[in-house]
């Protein structure tokens, strides 16, 4: 019997019928020798409906009663799916974080897994039981904490790891992980296997398929993510544990963007660290997260720019205002802008990708806000209005249409 | 500081904006000089919402999963009333009943609450912050339970029991406990004070405003309830601990029904104590409630007949045909039956009640069908047809009428 976790996100439980088809492929697997560990999300619209429910009341407390209230979604699937199991013969069992131990910092609507009971998960097993585990939520103390949007995939990494499973299975409702958005890009293909450090650059550049920090900390214990389709019984992509410098790997394997971004210009800045280092803090205590960050500094004095989600662009304007010692520096946001990127492990071991990725925005005139690189990415702020005719070109350029 | 235990039911925090109004409420009560240790509800709807899917998947599982998922409405409504607490300068905190300790025995759907931490509970409020605690749940070991419909009021009740406070109020949509239904009987009026006793005879007859649990726990523990309008600033009922025979007391103090009741008359059962227990002992472990028993004999035979709730009388039939031996006995199932009954401590110093009871019913040409008396009441089983005209009849002739 082999032991593998498993991660329905909201849409594959979504309907009372979804849930009952989850419930029969669960089903199967078990007569197929396997011993599964579920993970579930909120049906889809639940945490929605309910974040709605606590702005309608006061759309700036966060804390503990926002994280109760959002962590009801998943108690309702894994109860419905439980029950939906034992009509299919099996024995489960519904598990709550404070349940099975999921104990995170206190850091709420974002925290971070510390610690699971994988005795009690591994007993469960032994009797023949399915856990099926609440993702998203975990305890600090006697409080309930949430994980943040995508939280449920961190969730099933962490048992697996805590399992000592080298294997995790993601239900989505996407068939595999693309070489591009193929909403945006048509040729876009699925990719069979990934690295991890290049799905990290993904799901950090705006990659919606899987949760940065649930691919972290894949890498980390070393778990391969089968990330898969619950609609289809074909295999998806295979995120995997990087290999060292492969120099068969394509020089770039993705083409990812961030539509909503905007751009925050400050200048004068006042000169020396405590400014930054107050800034940033603040920033980051608020949860607003900066993205491409650039300085330069000439004798009309420091200029500093920095891009955050177009959902942030409010607070972190705010917060720049009310850390500025004086009103003679001048604050410019500028909305609607993408950022684009290019990825690929490839490029640690090829030269001229820059080159190449900036000559296509230039042949398009797209203008340059921000730029960045890695050692395995490329990336742009650009104006909105370019980021399809530009993800198209690139994505041509390096070889990914079919 | 009185602190004062207030439960709202599940139209009282049925949409934000009724949440809004009660934290309104509350900060009003805090600005008097209460400290309030707050009780809630679901959503109304969100109970009847959870048991739908619940019974899309699977009508008859019942258990630890079930009552997980009915659990989750409070934890909704709770967190959502902390939030608007907030929102008006309160301190407040949500607690599931896991987190203060309610424990109850092993009874899913319709557990017992068996100790409280009151000494949680007392901190908070010594902290000036204002506990918002679930009802209707509890945890036996490390999985929830429910208390069965109505089990928030046992909730509050227990809180102040065990906080050894000797008030409790429920808000609720109705302003009152009146002498009768006001929509069968247009002359009810509203009772200012009612004794225990007289109040679990209503709940036990068929009145919904109380729960017969947290009447007879408020008994059990000294506890006097404030039930109150939610939507009124003006006093309700008061429901008090028996004071001993009072030769002040009305006669009757209520007239009460149950609409929806059938009978079930069998004959001629097996002889012997035998065939009752298995019948009885199978009918209460499908939880079919029995209502009124009677049993005769003579030279042709054992007569058995009882009443059940409408909602009941197929199961129980189904039950009774599963055990009854032979195929020769004749079961006769009535439905659109009423019971009626008159409530009164003052029967139990009074003569001539019963027979001036019956006397209304005959006037009307109201044929009994079953009978039951205790001290302080006396019910009878009617057609449908006769229950307005008779309860209205009774309400007369017992001096109810204003």
Redesign the interface.
């Known amino acids: 019997m082999k032991t593998i976790v498993k991660k329905f996100g909201g849409t594959s439980v979504g309907s009372?019928q979804r849930?009952?088809a989850v419930a029969q492929r669960l089903k199967k697997d078990v007569e197929s020798g396997q011993s599964p560990v579920v993970v579930v999300s909120a049906m889809s619209g639940e945490t929605n409906r309910?974040v709605q429910?606590?702005n309608?009341?006061?759309s700036k407390?966060r804390g503990?009663?926002?994280d109760?209230?959002l962590?009801?979604g998943e108690?309702?699937s894994?109860?419905?799916l439980?029950?939906?199991l034992?009509?299919q013969g099996l024995k489960?069992?519904?598990l709550?974080a404070?349940?099975l131990g999921i104990e995170t910092d206190s850091i709420f609507s974002k925290a971070k897994i510390q610690s699971v009971d994988a005795e009690k998960l591994k007993k469960y097993v032994s009797e023949g039981v399915i856990p099926v585990v609440a993702g998203f939520q975990g305890v600090y103390g006697?409080?309930i904490t949430t994980l943040g949007r995508g939280g449920s995939d961190t969730t099933a990494v962490a048992l697996a790891a805590a399992l000592g499973e080298s294997e995790c299975e993601i239900y989505t409702d996407v068939p595999a992980v693309f070489s591009a958005d193929p909403r945006l890009v048509p040729k876009a293909r699925e990719l069979t296997k990934i690295g991890s450090s290049e799905m990290m650059e993904m799901a950090a550049l705006g990659s919606k398929v899987l949760h940065f920090r649930c691919v972290e900390l894949a890498a980390k214990f070393g778990v391969k993510i089968h990330l898969r389709s619950t609609f289809e019984e074909r295999e998806g992509t295979w995120i995997v544990p990087d290999e060292g410098d492969d120099m068969e790997a394509p020089v770039v394997s993705s083409i990812t963007h961030e539509a909503m971004t905007s751009v925050i210009k400050v200048f004068p800045t006042p000169v020396g660290p405590g400014f930054m280092a107050t800034l940033f803090g603040r920033l980051a205590e608020k949860g607003v997260v900066i993205d491409i960050i650039t300085q330069s500094f000439n004798e009309e004095g420091q200029r500093l720019a920095f891009s955050v989600h177009g959902d942030d662009v409010n607070e972190a304007e705010e917060i720049l205002r009310s850390v500025l010692p004086s009103s003679e520096v001048e604050i410019s946001v500028i909305n609607n802008m993408a950022k684009l990127s290019a990825v690929g492990v490839g490029m640690r071991t090829h030269s001229g990708v820059a080159g190449r990725f900036f000559e296509v925005l230039n042949q398009i005139n797209a203008q340059l806000y921000l730029v960045t690189t890695s050692d395995i990415k490329i990336s742009a702020v650009i104006e909105q209005s370019h980021l399809q005719e530009a993800a198209q070109a690139l994505h041509k350029e390096f070889g990914l249409d079919q």
Chains 1, 2 share one sequence.
């Open positions: 009372v849930i009952e309910l429910l606590a309608e009341i006061n407390s503990s009663s926002y109760m209230l962590a009801s108690q309702v894994i109860a419905l439980s029950m939906a034992e009509k489960a069992i519904p709550l404070y349940q006697d409080q």
